[in-house]
């Protein structure tokens, strides 16, 4: 049982870095901003398995999903007057 | 909570951390770089959660936690202020990207 | 800058980053694996805080001046928005003008079930995981997905009330730490037979507060839409 939850814990943390170094190298910054959303999620379980869940319904909820909506409205602001022009 | 289990986390922390400084640094699309910004928030939040399992009681102690809900809502302020800094820069200026100095 | 410049910069920038992480890793490394910080003190004082959730005690009670000043923040990153920006709908919202029936279908019935998760987490941030922010997040994030869906249902608040929103939250909980003070006690010190009442009262303006702030900046700064600039995009 305990190694389950080694190995759990290990595969999250894997999971999340690899999310974070993925949202800074991919080159579409939309393909970016989802790997941030997705990030956002991954971290929303880091913090129910610490223990915190009132900070995992926050992160869920701001942290990942307006934020996310915040960064893709502006990805698309941006590259809406790009194709304008 | 198990101490390998408290100080996987936190490294990870360190970790998310050191990328995201790298990308403050090295990203050029101002975009990314709020990208990059959250991550290293996010990094420290871990890191301050990840401390406040340490207590011998085994319930977490409250107060770290408390301070990680008001900084993910101050990040996401100050996010929300520096997205509509980039959409009028762009609406100014037309760049959403850092000037490279490589091809002077 | 020649690029041999930028090189020995990207080095220096490489060295900076391997130093100050090297340093906090050092530094997490040193921590006692055992130690209870505050947790002792902030559940000895439950009993008087008004809440038996620890983190609603911490952020209303304990430490109430940082959510205060938290909502300050908040108020003034919208005010900021609102001056860089203007206000008024967002290119998404363009996007999906034509937006399908499905998804304006599921929109309708999510919408309710969001509000009403939204008020359940509020009361049960007393004793159990949830309070303000929580609530003020889904109430704020099913305002925009209603917007994503391309239903504006912003663009007829009148001026007045969209103030009135942003801000009641930063007034209640002033208002509430002033009459304290009225009455003798310091600033945001709640005597312990109404602490409940007065932190979900706090707590209901706030997450009013915090909905509308998030939905403002997501709609350029203003949660009033400007359904012209709908009309034209189309």
């Given at each position: 049982m305990d190694i389950f939850i080694w190995l759990f814990d290990l595969t999250v943390c894997a999971v999340m870095v690899l999310l974070a170094a993925q949202s800074l190298m991919v080159k579409d910054l939309f393909w970016a901003i989802v790997s941030y959303i997705l990030f956002g999620l991954s971290l929303a379980l880091v913090w129910a398995r610490l223990g915190a869940p009132d900070v995992a319904l926050a992160e869920a909820a701001i942290g990942a999903g307006l934020t996310g909506a915040l960064l893709l409205t502006t990805a698309a602001a941006i590259s809406q007057v790009t194709e304008k022009h | 909570m198990d101490t390998r289990t408290f100080f996987l986390y936190a490294v990870a922390g360190v970790v998310l951390f050191g990328i995201g400084f790298h990308g403050i640094l090295f990203c050029r699309n101002l975009v990314r770089k709020v990208l990059a910004l959250n991550l290293m928030g996010a990094g420290i939040f871990l890191v301050f959660v990840a401390l406040s399992t340490r207590a011998p009681s085994g319930t977490p102690d409250p107060v770290p936690q408390a301070m990680v809900l008001t900084g993910i809502v101050v990040a996401v302020s100050a996010t929300a202020l520096m997205l509509a800094l980039i959409r009028r820069l762009y609406r100014e200026t037309g760049f959403t990207e850092l000037p490279c100095d490589l091809e002077d | 800058m020649d690029s041999s410049g930028w090189a020995v910069g990207s080095r220096l920038g490489a060295v900076l980053i391997a130093v100050i992480v090297g340093l906090v890793g050092y530094a997490v490394w040193t921590f006692p694996s055992e130690f209870s910080g505050l947790s002792d003190h902030a559940i000895a004082e439950l009993q008087h805080a008004g809440t038996s959730n620890p983190v609603t005690a911490v952020l209303l009670?304990?430490?109430?001046?940082?959510?205060?000043?938290?909502?300050?923040?908040?108020?003034?990153?919208?005010?900021?928005?609102?001056?860089?920006?203007?206000?008024?709908?967002?290119?998404?919202?363009?996007?999906?003008?034509?937006?399908?029936?499905?998804?304006?279908?599921?929109?309708?019935?999510?919408?309710?079930?969001?509000?009403?998760?939204?008020?359940?987490?509020?009361?049960?941030?007393?004793?159990?995981?949830?309070?303000?922010?929580?609530?003020?997040?889904?109430?704020?994030?099913?305002?925009?997905?209603?917007?994503?869906?391309?239903?504006?249902?912003?663009?007829?608040?009148?001026?007045?009330?969209?103030?009135?929103?942003?801000?009641?939250?930063?007034?209640?909980?002033?208002?509430?730490?002033?009459?304290?003070?009225?009455?003798?006690?310091?600033?945001?010190?709640?005597?312990?037979?109404?602490?409940?009442?007065?932190?979900?009262m706090i707590e209901v303006f706030c997450g009013v507060s915090i909905a509308a702030a998030l939905v403002s900046v997501f709609l350029g700064g203003r949660l009033r839409s400007r359904q012209t600039v709908l009309k034209k995009g189309s």
């Open positions: - | - | 009670n304990y430490r109430s001046y940082d959510t205060l000043l938290e909502m300050a923040v908040l108020l003034l990153a919208v005010l900021a928005a609102w001056a860089l920006v203007g206000g008024g709908v967002n290119e998404v919202c363009l996007v999906s003008e034509v937006s399908n029936p499905v998804l304006r279908g599921f929109v309708r019935v999510m919408t309710p079930l969001s509000i009403l998760v939204s008020a359940h987490l509020l009361w049960l941030g007393d004793h159990a995981p949830g309070g303000a922010f929580q609530a003020g997040a889904i109430l704020a994030s099913a305002g925009v997905v209603l917007f994503m869906a391309g239903i504006d249902w912003s663009h007829k608040l009148p001026a007045w009330l969209e103030r009135v929103l942003l801000t009641i939250g930063l007034f209640a909980f002033t208002g509430v730490g002033i009459v304290l003070m009225l009455t003798g006690r310091s600033f945001l010190e709640y005597p312990p037979a109404t602490a409940k009442w007065l932190i979900l």
